[in-house]
């Protein structure tokens, strides 16, 4: 699997738009961008994934570049609990199975 | 809740006890995992089940011995610990055999444990 380069900390006021950026240049065509997220001494939560087209969920968007060597998370309206360590990563879906392989992530904390 | 459940939350053992820690998932998938993450540590990935085979082993030692008995039933054995085996366990499931959304890999809240 790609790897990829995420800020190690990053800082957003409750009630603003945080924006996670992630660089996977070296991502192949058949690799999706995955994002979770770790908040503390619980287990990671998946968030959205996307291949090339921008997605949308309840959670978050994910913006991919046209050249798909980077991608952005956005949540819209950060809140506390939003808190957590973000993890992006490039994976590669085959029929046989999946793995996903993390990196450190961003630490994203929301600020009062 | 995730549709992962795993027990105990937390275990403390001792490095000659003999333990188990199990993981139950309701999501009807065919694939489950066992990561850890040490402190500080990104999680790394230690076994792979995939119809009930381990399909992956990634170099663990043999004081970690998992078991599954069924699609939706994951134990990891623990024996003769060391104290650097302290760590969160965190078991997960997906569905093998769809591309797409359907391959998404859940988590439990994992399992705490602590070796003295």
């Known amino acids: 699997d790609a790897k990829t380069t995420q800020p190690t900390s990053m800082d957003c006021a409750e009630g603003r738009a945080a924006n996670l950026p992630c660089n996977h240049s070296t991502i192949s065509g058949n690799e999706y961008v995955y994002w979770y997220r770790q908040i503390h001494s619980q287990g990671p939560q998946y968030i959205i994934h996307?291949?090339?087209n921008n997605e949308t969920n309840e959670m978050a968007s994910l913006i991919i570049t046209e050249d798909r060597k980077s991608s952005t998370l956005i949540l819209p309206h950060a809140t506390l609990r939003d808190t957590a360590v973000y993890y992006c990563?490039?994976?590669?879906?085959?029929?046989?199975?999946?793995?996903?392989?993390f990196g450190e992530g961003t630490q994203l904390t929301v600020n009062p | 809740e995730t549709g992962v459940t795993q027990t105990p939350r937390h275990l403390v053992m001792g490095m000659t006890n003999k333990k188990s820690l199990k993981c139950e998932q309701h999501?009807?998938?065919?694939?489950m995992y066992w990561y850890k993450q040490s402190a500080k540590k990104p999680l790394e990935l230690m076994f792979v089940y995939s119809l009930e085979e381990r399909v992956e082993n990634n170099s663990v030692p043999s004081r970690f011995s998992p078991e599954c008995p069924n699609s939706s039933h994951l134990f990891l054995h623990l024996h003769t610990l060391q104290p650097e085996d302290s760590a969160l366990y965190l078991c997960a499931s997906s569905q093998w055999g769809l591309q797409g959304t359907g391959n998404t890999i859940y988590f439990g809240e994992g399992s705490w444990l602590t070796v003295v």
């Open positions: 996307g291949l090339k």
């Open positions: 990563i490039v994976r590669e879906l085959e029929t046989s199975g999946s793995r996903l392989t």
């Open positions: 999501l009807g998938h065919n694939a």
